[in-house]
């Protein structure tokens, strides 16, 4: 049994991505693991959010966490900025990390190139993640293929504390699945999908009517060759789609190479759109029923005052270790 961690931000509403390369291992590691998922609103707040939006954000994604197969009998869900240890360890693991080290992460320079001013917490953003996980004492951490280099980082972190302070931490391991850890946006595959992508056509979102799916695929950018086969390299849209075909419709790429052989782009298009639908409708029509009952504000009650008292733990030990407050 392993202790699990992770977390979605409440940016806008979670991606077929999202789904593809993180939350669905959410649900099949509960079995046998003590696991524990978080809406994280602090990390959110590292770019711009209209105050409204995220609120809404917020209520959806978990329902949708709910709707996609978290069981909060035998997982923990709650929300970031309901435990204050976040921020608390979230700092204490600023001051643990170099400046040097926060300004080679991709995910920094990804989400500020362009931008004239940036804020700070984008910049500390991965101490923030690196104390999500370590609260917990965490082992395995679920994440998509973009997550890997702050993972790296954590894992640092966490050494560098337990080298200097005395041992306090567990170092974690990343767990990001074979297929489907870097799903790609439909306008532009050589880029990740992302829930923050101004082009919404780039985008499914896992609450998309049936008609926008279909819509959204149909004008998915693939190439002039006509012909379906698996090449990242010289065909990333299509191959995109061959990924998102195979996990949607549990067929291997190379069965689906060959059914497709000889099917023109707009066939497979359509079929690739079905199987999506076949996946998003059963968790969409769980969430309709959630959004609407009491039940989420009980759950999410129930899993911030659990999360805290393990949080609290580990928090007190590392302020410890390093001599803050007082101590008897
Ligand atoms: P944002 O654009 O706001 O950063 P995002 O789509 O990257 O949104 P996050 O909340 O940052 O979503 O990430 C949630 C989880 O989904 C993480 O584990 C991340 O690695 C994973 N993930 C994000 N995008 C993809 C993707 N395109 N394919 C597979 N996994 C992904
Ligand atoms: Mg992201």
């Known amino acids: ?68 197969g978290i069981d909060p009998k035998r997982s923990i869900l709650f929300i970031q900025s309901e435990v204050p240890c976040h921020a608390q ?68 972190l966490a050494e560098r504390f337990n080298k200097k302070y005395g041992q306090v931490f567990t170092v974690p391991e990343p767990y990001i699945p074979p297929v489907g850890a870097r799903i790609m946006s439909l306008a532009e595959p ?53 990924d998102i075909f195979s996990l949607c419709s549990g067929r291997s790429v190379d069965e689906l190479v060959t059914a497709y052989q000889n099917k023109g782009y707009g066939e497979f298009k359509t079929d690739v759109a079905e199987s999506v639908i076949n996946v998003l409708s059963p968790i969409q029509e769980r969430y309709h029923n959630l959004i609407e009952s009491d039940e989420l504000d009980e759950i999410l009650d129930e899993g911030a005052e659990k999360a805290y008292a393990m949080a609290k733990k580990t928090l007190s030990e590392s302020e410890q270790a390093l001599g803050i407050g007082r101590r008897n």
């Open 190 to 242: 050589t880029k990740k999908m992302s829930k923050s992508d101004t082009n919404r056509k780039a985008t499914i979102f896992t609450l998309d009517s049936e008609k926008e799916i279909l819509k959204k695929i149909k004008s998915a950018t693939t190439d002039d060759e006509a012909s379906i086969r698996y090449d990242r390299e010289a065909k990333p849209g299509v191959s995109n789609l061959l």
């Open 89 to 156: 360890l979230g700092w204490i693991m600023q001051c643990v990390s170099y400046m040097g080290e926060l300004e080679r992460m991709t995910q920094f320079k990804d989400k500020s190139k362009g931008k004239q001013s940036v804020s700070a917490g984008l910049l500390t953003y991965p101490p923030l993640m690196a104390a999500d996980i370590l609260l917990y004492q965490t082992e395995l951490v679920p994440v998509g293929a973009d997550q890997k280099q702050h993972l790296e980082l954590t894992r640092d």
């Open 1 to 68: 049994m392993a202790k699990i961690f992770s977390g979605v931000q409440p940016t806008s509403i979670p991606t077929l991505g999202n789904y593809l390369g993180a939350m669905r291992n959410f649900v099949t590691l509960q079995d046998g693991n003590e696991c524990i998922y978080c809406i994280v609103d602090e990390h959110a707040i590292t770019v711009p959010q209209d105050p409204k939006e995220i609120q809404k954000n917020i209520h959806n994604l978990a329902a949708l966490y709910l709707a996609m």
